[in-house]
């Protein structure tokens, strides 16, 4: 299937796991990008790796899991090209995909039961970007990141 770049902090490092075993099971290569366990880690220091993934096409999607969520998205955010969305639910997984062309899942350990999470992560790989009239408006938040 795809080449999927997935990395957490410390605070969602049990999630990733759950996480990369269904890309696995899913068929996808699952890009582990750590940690290799619970210490204290920047989750920076992991969105940065999973965007690096990214930009040269090494992978086709990115997720990134933190305590929250919040870190990790406005973390990865920062990089050209990426326009990663902090999901709760299956609709915003699926919208986003579709209507922004998403190209990173993240998640909130903390917030999100490993179910939830598990069904989000399917949505989000199995729904396409529409194109259409949203290509418009995705070509528009492009354009904010020469700013």
């Given amino acids: 299937m795809a080449n999927i ?12 796991a759950e996480l990369a075993a269904e890309l696995l099971k899913l068929g996808h290569v ?13 989750y920076p220091d992991f ?13 086709s999607l990115g ?10 998205s406005i973390s990865a955010n ?13 609709f915003e997984a699926r919208a986003t995909r579709a209507h922004n062309d998403a190209n990173v899942l993240c998640l909130g350990q903390r917030v999100t039961g490993v ?5 989000i992560l399917r949505v989000f790989l199995a729904t396409p970007f529409e194109g259409g009239r ?9 354009a904010l990141e020469a700013k």
């Fill in 115 to 119: 179910g939830v999470a598990l069904e």
């Fill in 47 to 59: 969105a940065q790796k999973v965007t690096t993934a990214l930009n040269p096409g090494h992978a």
């Fill in 5 to 16: 770049a997935i990395a957490s902090d410390h605070a969602g490092f049990a999630l990733k």
């Fill in 134 to 142: 949203h290509q418009a408006r995705v070509e528009k938040v492009r």
């Fill in 78 to 90: 920062k990089v050209h090209g990426i326009r990663a969305a902090l999901c709760h639910t299956e």
């Fill in 63 to 72: 997720v990134l899991v933190c305590g929250t969520g919040i870190g990790m």
């Fill in 30 to 42: 699952a890009l582990d990008f750590g940690p290799a366990d619970t210490s204290s880690v920047d």
